[in-house]
């Protein structure tokens, strides 16, 4: 599988490639509008076509690429359901299954970042939005939030996958890619070996400024990127 | 692939088992002694059968079961040429290449913890050994250790493959399990950014205590593991 983790310094959001190499279908997660042009080269790069670009959430932070690439390459859009993003080819839920060459994307809802909040389960490979982060979470203090939810999604639906399991998260601040379900089970700061009413008590204390981004952002994600994102790019 | 990711608490060692799934052909890396009953438990749990055993370097903390290993499957022992442990099957050097079912496994020569350091190339998995550890790497200040070499073989040969190459390493202390190349040539506090020479005077600095089973440890590790291991094990 050709497999890239792509980083966007201003918003510290990771956008993955994804490409069966037999077939050349592709898929995008949580692309950024900036990009647009990179992903293409991109695409062409590896010789794929792009079949899906997916969104973990409506992100807060950044603009989503995710409509710009549609119009440049005709990929199905797709969001969970929850998220309010009615311009999305594919309105996900949990438990759905899509499919790239020979290999399986389960959606995975993990809601309380927000309420739409997905993970997408692509072989041993969880892309976790900002759910499960890198001895971190996502937080849950704004878009809907709910900490509760989010600890039940993250143990309940996270923590029982293979140890194994490696976790690309939607962020990372600190410069960490990769890390995996066991490592996160046993030692994120937030979560291992706490109960739901202690991590519900970090996440409700944790007084976080709003994203710069926020009111723009969410609103423009909520049209996948379409209007606000072709505004950002530079004029040719 | 199927892929399990062990550890000893009381080393804090990583033992790795990679199978192919159609085949059922099998391989450990660093496979430790105590634990020979677990992991032929594994083998059958797969329905795999060990193709080879395999040593990153001649281990100074714990003894291998490489040998017992060989004996209990009839799997191939491998170990660098420069270890020493002539008992092995397979006298490895850089560039050698093996298969196990569809996947090739390129050997890479890593000195500088020790002379036969060695560290395998399995798709876009890598396991380093003790060269190359999460935001660490091994020390260099015995068994024949050289914190110049160890310099380049990380930086020349593994800093130089793609950025999302995973990076198994062979102990961990801190509870981390995985990271990639990317991760580990930004941040790891060790290399980032440092020169050869900053590199070897951090490393020549260290000032650690030696483990307490090297003198058991390397004697019987160049032996594969055999006569100490068989006497340590519990009687049946």
Redesign the interface.
């Known amino acids: 599988m050709i497999?890239?983790?792509l980083f966007d310094k201003k918003s510290s959001a990771y956008t993955y490639l994804l490409a069966h190499e037999q077939s050349g279908e592709a898929v995008f997660i949580d692309p950024v509008a900036d990009y647009i042009e990179d992903y293409l080269t991109l695409l062409d790069h590896y010789g794929c076509k792009l079949k899906y670009s997916l969104e973990t959430h409506v992100h807060a932070d950044h603009i989503t690429g995710s409509g710009l690439l549609k119009q440049r390459t005709n990929a199905q859009t797709g969001v969970n359901q929850q998220c309010g993003a009615v311009c999305a080819d594919m309105q996900l839920k949990h438990g759905d299954t899509l499919t790239f060459g020979d290999h399986t994307i389960h959606v995975i809802a993990t809601p309380g970042h927000t309420p739409g909040s997905t993970s997408f389960l692509i072989d041993?490979r969880l892309f976790t939005g900002d759910a499960l982060m890198i001895d971190s979470c996502g937080r849950t203090d704004f878009q809907g939030g709910d900490a509760g939810a989010q600890y039940d999604s993250i143990v309940q639906r996270l923590f029982t996958l293979p140890?194994?399991t490696?976790v690309y998260p939607g962020h990372d601040y600190?410069?960490?890619?990769?890390?995996?379900i066991?490592?996160e089970r046993?030692?994120n700061a937030r979560l291992a070996g706490k109960t739901r009413e202690a991590f519900s008590q970090i996440m409700n204390n944790l007084n976080l400024p709003n994203p710069k981004l926020i009111d723009i952002a969410v609103s423009a994600n909520r049209k996948c990127g379409i209007q606000e994102a072709t505004e950002a790019l530079p004029q040719s």
């Open positions: 497999f890239r983790q041993d140890d194994e490696l600190t410069g960490k890619w990769v890390s995996c066991g490592q046993m030692i």
